[in-house]
């Protein structure tokens, strides 16, 4: 009898023991959008969760979700507390993120891992106290690889953009298309697909990992890519406030050491990889590729059309109030000194 008893008081312990270490676990729900095989699905978020996991030593258990809403959503519902972490492209909302169109300006030519390693830096310096992320805690700051133009058509000159249907994400976008006399279709990048086989729009300004990632090389058979880019595209990975604050202090710094400025060049690096292996599986599907030299006519007049989108941008921003001449400098010079170190 006395046995019995010793035997249940040790499983009552057990379970009670169970009860206690489950009770400590706590969930991050993130929602994401883009296709299941995006890489930002495939490689960074995973990557992440696990860096997570490890960092709290499983006390936080990430939750990967995929979303209906269109992601231009996403800062709201994470500010609200719907989802406790998402991303989202800062140009799906015009107005609020001005600031973050620096590392958009054409003529960065860096990779996303160097655009990204620089844009954290800059913002930690000079644009923290701008408001513009006010109701959200960052997790990281990065850039896709250069855009290119993707298109049904072939591109032989600037002129045959004009009246085009091009889809246009937003942010520094809408300015590169109007430059270019193109008809801006705004949309959200994991519409592309449908819009360009439904023929809603001739073309479309992204990154080249579309083409694999959104298997984009069925519907735009063309790829035109300048040596210095087009532009580039600014995302941010974010966090809710309110749940940093419902964990300890020991699990949120743990978080925040594998998140920041390691997170945003580990996403830099993921996208670049999927570009390279996207450029490749367009190839291989029959994709036309016409890869401009620096002195090609259409690189020549792409950079006359884009001059003074600078000093335009650094007007826009004069009512944020920060020194953004400064922080497009050392931008720049931190992206050139990290893509020269890290070749």
Known sequence: MRTKVIANAVALGVMF??????????????????????????????TWAKWVEEATEGR????????????????????????????????????RFDLQEIVEL?????????????????????F??????????LLALFAHGQGVMQTKFEVNSLDDLKGRKIRIGGGVQSEIGKRLNVTPVPSQGNK???LLQTGVVDGAFMPVTEQ?????????????????????????????PDFMDSLSEKDAEAIRSVSGEK?????????????????????????????L?????????????????????????????????????MLRKEAAEYAKNNQ
Do not use: C
């Open 60 to 95: 936080v258990k990430v939750k990967i979700e995929y979303t209906s809403n269109n992601p231009s959503q996403l800062f709201q519902m994470v500010e609200d507390g719907v989802t406790d972490a998402a991303f989202s492209f800062h140009g799906f909302v015009p107005g």
């Open 212 to 240: 694999k990632a959104q298997r984009l090389f069925e519907v735009a058979p063309y790829v035109t890519i300048l040596p210095s880019g087009m532009y580039m595209g600014s995302f941010v990975m974010f966090i809710s």
């Open 106 to 126: 054409p003529g960065l030519g860096v990779n996303a891992e160097a655009a990204s390693a620089a844009h954290w830096k800059t913002y930690q310096k000079y």
């Open 17 to 46: 023991s169970m009860g206690v270490a489950s009770a400590k676990e706590t969930t991050l729900n993130v929602s994401t959008w883009l296709p299941p095989t995006h890489v930002q699905n495939t490689v960074v978020w995973p």
């Open 192 to 194: 592309v697909y449908e």
């Open 293 to 329: 030299s620096m002195d090609d006519p259409i690189t020549i007049e792409y950079g006359e059309k884009m001059k003074g989108l600078d000093e335009q941008w650094l007007e826009k921003v004069k009512r944020k109030k920060v020194d953004a001449k400064a922080a497009l400098e």
């Open 263 to 291: 997170l945003s060049i580990m996403a830099g690096q993921a996208w670049d990889k999927a570009d390279m292996e996207a450029l490749d599986f367009a190839k291989e599907h029959g994709v036309k590729i016409k890869e």
């Open 128 to 137: 923290t106290k701008s408001g513009e992320h006010d109701g959200l805690e």
